[in-house]
């Protein structure tokens, strides 16, 4: 009785382990840094873990996106968008331009899960919009920010129908919206201020689906916060940093514990198949 006692004490402890070390795992994004460099940095420590020039356009880059092992950018005042492997940093040239009117404004590019790409443009000559494209430049939704005096969103987020977006170049607070489902709807406002930061050089902004990471350019710092816009923690950053917009590195996703605590299968069965090894072995070796 001593001996099964002690395994499933084991157990729980090999599953109290796993969540913790989740709980732990350090999240990773993509940047272009000062317009020159794309760059891998660890959002937890600030530090940068990979580094490599801007294939087209160095010295005018805005943001990044990326969709497997393939980054789309965008270049100030250019309405194309540009793709590289992100491994070695070759570029494809091209990948799709986007409506004209908008040449000058994108700023800011996020993907999504399904693969799409969201631009968001300021209101001067661009509409001050919202807009969906695949990644071979078919455009798939559009809506207008309710909130027409704003301009730029240098740092904007599009997850779960929601999109949270800054007010302008490096200006925040961040302000979430909800994404209608029809096209050519407007957003909708379902909490202003819902990461209140006011701070000049707001701009970059991700979610892991955990916590929210937000660079500031002026200050050289990434902070995160929770998911309902809390403030938990900041890392400095490089002080020649200069970081537009932020994409959750997806190959780097380490699935968070759920609420009650309890960590996922995938991650647990290792765990408990060692446990369970040494159970069945201490079994046979009683009956031997």
Do not use: C
């Not at 001050?128 to 987020?157: K, V």
């Not at 925040?172 to 379902?190: E, F, K, Q, S």
């Amino acid at each position: 009785m001593k001996t099964r006692f002690r395994f499933r004490k084991i157990i729980v402890m090999a599953l109290v382990a796993a969540a913790a070390l989740q709980a732990r795992a350090d999240s990773f994004f993509w940047a272009i840094n000062q317009f020159t460099t794309v760059q891998k940095i660890n959002g937890d420590t600030g530090a940068v873990v990979q580094s490599f020039a801007v294939p087209v356009g160095s010295g005018s880059g805005a943001s990044i996106a990326v969709v497997g092992n393939t980054g789309y950018y965008t270049l100030l005042g250019n309405a194309n968008v540009y793709s590289m492997n992100m491994t070695t940093g070759a570029t494809s040239g091209i990948a799709f331009t986007v409506a004209t009117g908008n040449t000058g404004y994108m700023n800011s590019i996020t993907n999504t899960a399904d693969g799409h790409l969201w631009f968001g443009y300021g209101s001067s000559g661009a509409g001050n919009r919202l807009e969906e494209y695949t990644t071979g430049g078919t455009l798939l939704s559009s809506h207008a920010f309710p909130n027409s005096a704003i301009a730029y969103r240098d740092g904007l987020m599009v997850f779960g129908g929601q999109v949270v977006a800054n007010r302008g170049d490096q200006t925040g607070p961040y302000d979430r919206y909800n994404i209608p489902g029809a096209n050519n709807v407007a957003l909708t406002v379902d909490a202003l201020a819902f990461i209140n930061e006011f701070d000049t050089g707001n701009n970059g902004i991700a979610f892991n689906g955990t916590n929210f990471y937000v660079a500031n350019e002026q200050a050289h710092i990434v902070k995160k916060f929770d998911a309902n816009g809390l403030f938990i923690s900041s890392a400095s950053l490089d002080r020649f940093s200069r970081y537009e917009n932020w994409t959750f590195a997806s190959q780097d996703i380490v699935v968070p514990p759920p609420p009650n605590g309890v960590p996922d299968s995938g991650s647990t069965l290792p765990l408990l198949g060692l446990a369970l090894a040494g159970m069945l072995m201490l079994r046979q070796r009683k009956q031997a």
